[in-house]
């Protein structure tokens, strides 16, 4: 449930930082705003709680060296997102990841892949599987078919590109779920992961603003005649990072990953129908509802 709960924050993340977006200009830059909003939050939360913010000697020994990037690797996820609703359109950019992280969380689960507990690819798991991406198709891929379709002028050969870097996509946030909990394990304490890995990912993200020149475009987002609520999804990634760390070990990746995606694509489509955060009013239809009842009972299946 509480995954779930942490599910409803991503289109709330999602629709503020689109909006900070439009405020500051480049990706990268309301990238940075965001991350440096959760890592502030997350060193306040350190202190007021007197948690070490920086790793022992033991723990920089103990953890892989790619288990600190995990930050890093979610701004490239980010960054091939952007660029996947431009080249491949929103339906492939939506579904291919959605699902190669899907398949990719229960690899990870059944080979123990990034320290994770074995969770064997059972029947019960597979037919929780299969009734994920039934829902999915009615939620997601069945209002965008009847849809009109925007012509493609991309060639084959660069669809193709684009298409395999949308796997890639999936299987690498899959993959940060597991590397997110590995962390957490060694360092013993999921907020002390969260924010050591936060911060590596703002200080790279830092860098590259400040080597390109546009970091005076973060001076925009403080602008007192934008909405208030854009700030909030650097707060929402920390959650859902820390929830990540905290959960993982507990639930398997495959179980948090689901139960994260049906928060997500639940409120998604209800924000749609009653329009909030500047999210195009579309009414909720019968099949979009029986698609998320079955996604609930796909993460049912795979999580008993």
Excluded at 99 to 127: E, K, M
Excluded at 132 to 151: C, F, R, Y
Aim: hydrophobic share 55%; with cysteine.
């Amino acid at each position: 449930m509480i995954a779930l709960a942490m599910g409803l924050l991503m289109p709330l993340q999602t629709a503020a930082n689109s909006r900070l977006r439009q405020v500051v200009g480049p990706a990268y830059v309301s990238t940075l705003v965001s991350f440096s909003v959760s890592t502030l939050a997350l060193l306040l939360v350190s202190l007021v709680s007197g948690i070490p913010i920086l790793p022992t000697s033991k723990m920089l020994a103990t953890a892989p060296w790619w288990s600190w990037f995990c930050g890093l690797a979610a701004v490239v996820t980010i960054t091939i997102a952007i660029h996947l609703f431009k080249e491949i359109g929103q339906l492939q950019a939506m579904i291919i990841p959605m699902f190669s992280q899907l398949i990719f969380s229960l690899l990870i689960d059944h080979f123990g892949w990034f320290g994770a507990n074995v969770i064997p690819l059972g029947t019960h798991r597979v037919i929780g599987a299969l009734l994920l991406i039934v829902g999915v198709t009615l939620v997601v891929i069945l209002p965008k078919l009847k849809a009109p379709k925007a012509a493609n002028t991309n060639s084959g050969s660069r669809q193709l590109f684009w298409q395999l870097m949308a796997v890639f996509s999936g299987c690498l946030s899959a993959s940060i779920t597991g590397a997110y909990a590995q962390l957490s394990s060694i360092v013993g304490n999921p907020v002390q992961a969260t924010t050591v890995a936060f911060f590596v990912a703002t200080m790279a993200l830092l860098l590259f603003c400040t080597a390109g020149g546009s970091v005076r475009l973060v001076g925009n987002a403080f602008n007192r005649s934008y909405p208030w609520w854009m700030w909030i999804g650097g707060l929402c990634g920390a959650t859902i990072v820390f929830g990540n760390a905290w959960l993982v070990p507990q639930l398997g990746v495959g179980v948090f990953s689901m139960t994260l995606l049906v928060g997500q694509l639940g409120l998604s489509v209800f924000m749609e129908h009653r329009g909030w955060l500047g999210a195009p009013h579309k009414p909720v239809s019968w099949f979009q509802i029986v698609g998320i009842v079955l996604m609930l009972a796909g993460v049912a299946f795979i999580r008993f």
